[in-house]
């Protein structure tokens, strides 16, 4: 067994890998280590190309193990069952800067496995399960045109970190991972606390300076330990189907190409792709994949011309033009809120729901968070493209489009403190023609002010693309379908009036430069403001007062001590509460109270209620007690919840008293005034004192 072991240093923190020990029939595999964060990556191509398929068969799967974090997995049958959130969003990471890297007409299956094998709470695996993947790819038999590295980036108090540490990034304004070759960047995902464009294109310099070194470092790795690539057998056209389908498609899919409307343009080329299909396939019975192939060739070659050469786009805008918008509030009247954003031919409907702080979402994973208080679920049924298909839960894209809006808005949202509800918004796409999750975001910025949320400033986001031959370049926004498609970069850049709140970026081709990215980012800004300007015309400011609908929360602060009069023994005195007033109470470790209600009456009762049941008996207050026991000796009378004091005999009236009873009896109300309370607490009361002070 050759195991071998490299350390890099980077950023001031070391990064440990191993090869050679473990899983060693994959064709490249490396445990990534990073503090007591372990992550083994393995990558395993097929022997012969899958037959029929005109894409790359690449699957990517993180797989977190619930020992990872010492835990073990909720639920009925204790075992790991379909991925987190978390783990789906780390394969798309992981799968987005690797897939435009291998060759053009690779069709051999493809499987990238991450397994997180320990988490330390202080180091993220997912920037180490990225980097593993490049590694065990460098260093395995498959084919792949170059080498890429990814870092994350982080900014504290004004100085960029590499590979910043959980605890930094909560302390950080921007949370940014990049992936790049030596030359340009080609992917690019982040959360940011409004910062500015000029801030952001120094982080991109930042990390792509970073990926620089760990690229050297790779390359060494493969120099020491690479093995040579596979032959291997590429998806070619051939040459006399390509000839004779663009002599009869390629005029007449141009001319199809010029029509502003989305399905009418989709109809007309596929009406020619049919037909062209048909006479290419009795000319070359088994060529069916090829033609589809060239027809693809030959509508991204004219969509790409038409941009580059007339400036035109197939809708008919110019690169930096916005299609028409409208936005509307209120749309459904039983909801808490509501926004309504189209763009074109996209449309989001967002839908706000507030509960309770008690229905937060409970997250069973590796991280050190719990729960969540703010959700963003992001919904893209098939008729919003006219299509059919099978609705059998969430698709990894929807996971990663609602993460990345949520991620865009989280900036804006007000703490637990401020607003104590759990916040739920849903983004139900309805048409969809690109950029829709930026049409979410738009939607839950109009939705959240409808509600009455108090966010801290609206959000507003936009889709960049690229086209890029050689010299020419053009930048587009808000993209559509089949620029998105069709063109090099999918730019996503979401964002307030004062800065950027979100970003991701996918590269279609080896990467961009980061002039090119300054110059998107400046036009995503203009494009971002007039968005914003469209919605706030509808909507200004968050509402004033929530939806009748919505629950009315109360707060209030205890000391921690005191929990117990709340809650009573075996929980009988907040259940009298809850059966009394109808409220919900939440009441957390820190004696922070949430009382929810339909109305507001019912919480104002059982805040009255609770606010008696802590506070304390001062000596000299007069109370309206009621008397709850009677002895020889005095009257025992409860002047608050669960407070007793006693009034001796002597204490009862002016006038000598033979019997207690003779003056009071149980359940009885009498004004008495604290005496004392003595050093052992009890309370010592006097109906004579209130009498005199009369």
């Known amino acids: 067994m050759n195991v071998v072991e490299k350390e890099l240093l980077l950023g001031g923190k070391p990064i440990n890998f191993q090869f050679g020990k473990v899983a060693r029939q994959a064709d490249g595999s490396v445990v990534v280590q990073s503090g007591d964060t372990i992550v083994l990556v393995t990558v395993v191509a097929s022997k012969e190309p899958v037959k029929g398929l005109n894409f790359l068969p690449l699957t990517v799967e993180v797989v977190e193990r619930m020992y990872a974090a010492g835990k073990i997995p909720g639920g009925f049958i204790k075992r790991e069952g379909r991925p987190s959130e978390r783990s789906i969003l780390n394969a798309r990471l992981i799968d987005r800067p690797i897939r435009p890297l291998f060759p053009d007409g690779f069709r051999n299956e493809i499987q990238i496995i991450a397994t997180v094998l320990s988490v330390d709470q202080v180091n993220p695996p997912d920037v180490l399960a990225l980097n593993g993947a490049l590694i065990a790819l460098a260093i395995s038999d498959i084919p792949f045109k170059k080498n890429i590295a990814a870092v994350r980036v982080g900014r504290v108090d004004g100085s960029w970190r590499i590979n910043p540490t959980l605890q930094e990034l909560k302390e950080s304004e921007v949370d940014l991972v990049l992936a790049g070759s030596k030359e340009s960047i080609v992917m690019v995902e982040s959360g940011a606390k409004e910062v500015d464009e000029k801030i952001m294109l120094q982080t991109l310099e930042e990390g792509h300076r970073a990926i620089k070194q760990f690229i050297d470092f790779i390359e060494g790795i493969q120099k020491e330990l690479g093995k040579d690539k596979r032959e291997i057998s590429l998806s070619e056209i051939d040459s006399e189907i ?111 729901t507030l509960g309770t702080v008690s229905e937060v979402q ?156 300054r110059k998107a980012l400046e036009q995503a800004k203009q494009g971002r403001l007039f968005i914003l300007d469209k919605m706030l015309s509808v909507i200004a400011e968050p509402r004033e007062k929530l939806s009748e609908f919505a629950p009315r929360i109360i707060t209030i602060k205890i000391n921690p001590e005191k929990i117990r009069n709340v809650i009573g023994a075996g929980g009988k005195i907040i259940r009298g509460i809850i059966d009394e007033t109808g409220a919900a109470i939440d ?73 207690v009873e003779d003056v009071v009896k149980v359940g009885d109300k009498i004004l008495v005034k604290v005496v004392e309370i003595d050093k052992l607490g009890r309370i010592n009361l006097s109906a004579i004192d209130v009498e005199e002070k009369k």
């Open 242 to 352: 390509e000839v004779k389908v663009r002599e009869d498609a390629t005029k007449k899919i141009r001319e199809g190409l010029h029509n502003p409307d989305k399905l009418a343009r989709e109809e007309a080329i596929s009406a020619i792709k049919e037909a062209t299909m048909e006479k290419g396939q009795a000319l070359f019975p088994e060529g069916e994949n090829d033609i589809k192939s060239v027809l693809k060739k030959i509508e991204k070659e004219e969509v790409r011309k038409m941009i580059l050469e007339e400036e035109i786009r197939p809708d008919g805008r110019r690169p930096d033009e916005i299609r028409p918008i409208s936005c509307e509030v209120g749309v459904l009247p039983r909801t808490h809120g509501t926004g309504l954003f189209t763009r074109g031919q996209t449309q989001a409907l967002t839908v706000l």
């Open 362 to 517: 409970r997250l069973d994973g590796l991280g050190i968070e719990d729960s969540k208080r703010f959700l963003h679920h992001y919904n893209f049924p098939p008729f919003s493209t006219g299509e059919i298909w099978r609705l059998i839960g969430p698709k990894r894209r929807e996971i990663g489009h609602g993460a990345l809006a949520e991620k865009a808005i989280l900036t804006v949202i007000p703490d637990e403190l401020e607003f104590p509800y759990t916040i739920r918004l849903v983004s139900e796409v309805l048409e969809s023609n690109g950029s829709s999750s930026m049409a979410s975001i738009c939607g839950s910025t109009l939705a959240l002010m409808d509600a009455g949320v108090p966010i801290s400033a609206p959000v507003a986001g936009i889709a960049m693309g690229l086209v890029k031959e050689e010299d020419k370049v053009a930048i587009l926004t808000d993209i559509q379908g089949v620029e998105d498609a069709l063109g090099d970069m999918d730019f996503k850049v979401a964002g307030t009036s004062n800065g950027i709140t979100a970003l991701q970026m996918d590269m279609k081709v080896a990467g961009v430069d980061t002039e090119t990215l």
């Open 587 to 659: 009441i957390e470790d820190d004696g922070t109270i949430y009382i929810s209600s339909v109305d507001g009456e019912s919480g104002e009762k059982a805040q009255q209620i609770i606010e008696l049941l802590v506070k304390d008996v001062v000596a000299g207050d007069v109370y309206m007690g009621t008397v709850k026991k009677i002895m020889n000796f005095g009257a025992f009378v409860e002047v608050l919840p669960g407070k007793e004091g006693l009034v001796h005999i002597s204490k009862l009236a002016k006038q000598r008293v033979p019997s």
